[in-house]
T-cell receptor, first 115, second 112 residues
Framework: DAGVTQSPTHLIKTRGQQVTLRCSPK?????VSWYQQALGQGPQFIFQ???????QRGNFPDRFSGHQFPNYSSELNVNALLLGDSALYLC??????????????FGPGTRLTVL | EDQVTQSPEALRLQEGESSSLNCSYT??????LFWYRQDPGKGPEFLFT???AGEEKEKERLKATLTKKESFLHITAPKPEDSATYLC?????????????FGTGTSLTVIP
């Protein structure tokens, strides 16, 4: 049973460029959440996708956008990259429940470096 | 206002020296509290989910407990391979969706 997968593993971009990160959820999961983790910090919630719609968003600017596909995979797009966008980007998948707990399982992450 | 606070930030233990990590939280209506292990440059690895005060979960040398305001991760007779950053996260009540709030983690180093 494949877990959460992310691509690419590493990425180097320059300021002002745009980047797309990809995530495939764990088998049986239908919800994808994206997090940004700066060095030495805990993951910060960017947004969550369920049924191909953005359901919840953290405190991130509109430069951060996403998409979810019918097969539940997801993309994170970041436009007009800034040096401060350098971080480990984590994808987490879960099974949607209206009530109760939604355990999230994380992928290995994509390390983005902005020069 | 920080919703999840972990302490200490860093902890160095001798192999076999037991200790505890703390996670305190200030959320209204806890749906779940989660512990993760994270190795450098990798994604967090799920360890435990705790749902209500008084609950305990165990896995090998790790034991997680939960009260109304905090959780402890007890490490018994740690080994060098337990060295990692341990993250705590909480999920709030239904009205606030499914967002996880993470602490900044405790970096554990176990010395042989």
């Amino acid at each position: 049973d494949a877990g959460v997968t992310q691509s690419p593993t590493h990425l180097i971009k320059t300021r002002g460029q745009q980047v797309t990160l990809r995530c495939s959820p764990k088998s049986g999961h239908d919800t994808v959440s994206w997090y940004q983790q700066a060095l030495g910090q805990g993951p910060q919630f960017i947004f969550q996708y369920y049924e191909e719609e953005e359901r919840q968003r953290g405190n991130f600017p509109d430069r951060f956008s996403g998409h979810q596909f019918p097969n539940y995979s997801s993309e994170l797009n970041v436009n007009a990259l800034l040096l401060g966008d350098s971080a480990l980007y984590l994808c987490a998948s879960s099974f949607h429940r209206l009530a109760g707990v939604n355990e999230q399982f994380f992928g290995p992450g994509t390390r983005l470096t902005v020069l | 206002e920080d919703q999840v606070t972990q302490s200490p930030e860093a902890l160095r233990l001798q192999e076999g020296e037991s200790s505890s990590l703390n996670c305190s939280y200030t959320v209204s209506g806890l749906r779940g509290l989660f512990w993760y292990r994270q190795d450098p440059g990798k994604g967090p690895e799920f360890l435990f989910t705790l749902y209500s005060a008084g609950e305990e979960k165990e896995k090998e040398r790790l034991k997680a407990t939960l009260t109304k305001k905090e959780s402890f991760l007890h490490i018994t007779a740690p080994k060098p391979e337990d060295s990692a950053t341990y993250l705590c996260a909480v999920q709030e009540g239904a009205n606030t969706g499914n967002q996880f709030y993470f602490g900044t983690g405790t970096s554990l180093t176990v010395i042989p």
